[in-house]
């Protein structure tokens, strides 16, 4: 499956290069010839409308000429402002086209907006070149939802915020991936992982799993939903009706399961959590050691690694901060101390009177 990433702003930022037309184009056309789906994932605050409408006339070009490729969008965190418009460009074209979310993602739809400089006829001008800019966007809106043209104005004109569910809801997609629970014993992580036993073994190389210095099962649950392959490329997606679409849907393996059918599968998973987790317990304490000798505290450094401590934690970056000042300030005092002269002070007349006196009988002939 091709995939296409628009994961930054669209069009060239002032401080970062973002998304352009030219990188989609790029992208599709180096689509193999018989390969038959394409995965578009969105995740993208907007950005430059114009270059949106191009990226958005790419990719509705490229499904209007490729009917027989399938062209899944996926929308995986944010799609706002100009890339919710990119978002339902394939669809617009062939409604068997989907665009399928996470259940948290976030999509934001508004009128078009800018700076402008000069007279009120300059104002005027502008504020009719938004309009007509906005009634085009409106328009893509209103073909994906089937809500009026009025309805979407009104929508665009308070700059409206969708989430998860309301997403799906509102008609701006055609389904959603539904999270499992969470909160879950080490063996119902994996029993409630939806994947496909049998694509495991394929996919299983490209992902890793977040771990501590033991298996991290819940991170595992996590990493299990998004390798599950499917006809559409998607694990266990909800359809407008809420019902789990029987294209989306995958297998429930339990641990059991998974080590009995393929123990192979099963070892690596552990050996790669095994893996990761001693390589980041050795980046924290290298991170330690290495703030201790900055900060000059390498006792307190090894104490953090002991406990367990977070190097990126600000009260513990607080604290190695306040040793060091500390110490540096110790060691100033004690550089100064250095400098001070050992100087023997003068006698005090007073201490040697005896012998001023004895002195003074003898020159007039006392004893």
């Not at 994947?195 to 595992?220: H, P, Q, Y």
Request: overall charge negative.
């Amino acid at each position: 499956m091709k995939e296409i990433l628009i994961n930054k702003t669209i069009g060239e930022g002032l401080f970062e290069p973002g998304i352009t037309a030219e990188e989609v184009r790029n992208g599709l056309s180096s689509l193999a010839a018989d390969e038959k789906e394409v995965k578009i994932i969105v995740d993208s605050p907007g950005g430059d409308v114009f270059e949106g409408l191009s990226i958005f006339n790419v990719i509705r070009d490229f499904a209007r000429n490729h009917a027989e490729v399938k062209i899944t969008t996926y929308i995986q965190g944010i799609a706002a402002s100009m890339a919710s418009v990119i978002a339902l460009a394939a669809s617009s074209v062939n409604p068997s086209n989907e665009i399928i979310i996470e259940d948290n993602s976030v999509f934001m739809i508004h009128n078009a907006w800018g700076v402008v400089v000069g007279n009120e006829n300059d104002m005027r001008e502008s504020a009719e070149w938004f309009s007509r800019v906005d009634s085009i966007i409106r328009a893509v809106y209103v073909k994906k939802t089937g809500k009026s043209e009025k309805e979407i104005k009104k929508l665009m004109d308070e700059e409206s915020w969708f989430f998860g569910e309301e997403i799906l809801a509102s008609g701006f997609c055609d389904g959603m991936v539904k999270s499992e629970k969470t909160d879950m014993n080490p063996e119902e992580a994996v029993s409630y992982a939806k994947l496909n036993v049998g694509g495991v073994k394929n996919r299983i190389k490209e992902k890793t799993i977040k771990a501590s210095s033991k298996f991290d099962f819940k991170a595992a649950a996590s990493i299990f939903n998004n390798i599950g392959e499917t006809t559409a490329g998607f694990p266990s997606v909800q359809n407008k009706t809420g019902s789990s679409s029987e294209k989306g849907a995958c297998m429930k393996v339990t641990v059991e399961d998974l080590k009995r059918e393929n123990p192979d599968v099963y070892a690596q998973i552990l050996a790669e959590g095994e893996k990761q987790g001693v390589e980041k317990e050795k980046a924290r304490a290298s991170r330690f050691l290495e703030m201790g000798d900055k900060a000059g505290c390498n006792d307190f450094a090894l104490e953090c690694i002991k406990n367990g401590s977070d190097p990126a934690d600000t009260k513990v970056v607080d604290a190695f901060f306040e040793k060091g000042f500390l110490s540096k300030k110790l060691n100033d005092s004690v550089k100064e101390s250095e400098k001070i002269p050992n100087v023997n002070p003068p006698k005090n007349p007073a201490d040697d009177s005896e012998e001023l006196y004895s002195g003074f009988d003898k020159a007039i002939g006392g004893k």
